[in-house]
């Protein structure tokens, strides 16, 4: 078994004014040779949105593209014709493809947003451009960790094109898992989201990450009230 740690403080940051965010790999200005992905995991953005704001019209193409929010509401609008609101609870997905225009912006000018924005890299270059959002709240049960990203449209929870899992588990009882990988070739990136957790022997805390390979399952034990995020992942391109 291989691990990597990735304590909250070490993140990369940048601070815009509308918006606040925290970088686990290397995104925009934010630049570590040693953290440019794990797999094909490439992005996890931890944003905070202020009341009004947002992120203009900006173009996507070949990247698969997840959103969770947690806390606030978040208006989705895309060159597909989608106009649609998601908020705590819910998951969003966005194949980009051959190429899509999309903007976010927080409609509550009194209520900050805050969100993971997540990006895989694909298994299909220049697919059709998709898009699609259920709510995770519906397939959750507490103290269990929930499918809610899988390869397959028929699965719970969304589907990309990628041979991805996320599970996520929002524990009141602190309690004993043991994640399966589906593949050896897989790895499994763990992301406290609030909370703390004991992942192989190493205690994590909000907002760290900790990435594990070369293995078969994962032991966890998640603290009380911990809400956790598990993203299996090929580990090779």
Do not use: C
């Amino acid at each position: 078994m291989k691990k990597i740690l990735h304590k909250a403080n070490t993140r990369g940051h940048a601070n815009h004014g509308w918006l606040n965010s925290y970088h686990t790999f290397s995104f925009a200005n934010y630049y570590h040779p040693e953290r440019m992905q794990f797999g094909v995991l490439r992005v996890i953005n931890d944003d905070t949105v202020a009341g009004g704001q947002g992120f203009g019209t900006h173009p996507h193409e070949n990247m698969e593209i997840i959103s969770i929010p947690l806390e606030g509401e978040l208006e989705h609008k895309d060159s597909l014709g989608n106009i649609a609101r998601i908020k705590t609870g819910e998951i969003q997905v966005m194949s980009a493809g051959t190429g899509v225009y999309h903007s976010e912006y927080n409609k509550n000018k009194d209520k900050e947003v805050k969100f993971l924005q997540i990006w895989v890299i694909p298994n299909q270059q220049q697919v059709e451009p998709r898009y699609d959002q259920i709510s995770i709240a519906d397939i959750s049960k507490e103290n269990q960790f929930n499918q809610i990203l899988s390869p397959n449209a028929d699965d719970q929870g969304v589907w990309i094109h990628q041979d991805a899992w996320f599970h996520i588990g929002q524990f009141t009882n602190g309690n004993n898992q043991e994640y399966q990988l589906h593949s050896k070739t897989n790895g499994v990136y763990v992301f406290v989201i609030e909370g703390n957790a004991m992942i192989e022997n190493q205690e994590l805390i909000a907002r760290d990450g900790m990435g594990i390979w070369d293995a078969e399952q994962i032991s966890i034990q998640a603290g009380k009230g911990s809400t956790i995020l598990l993203m299996e992942v090929p580990m090779n391109q």
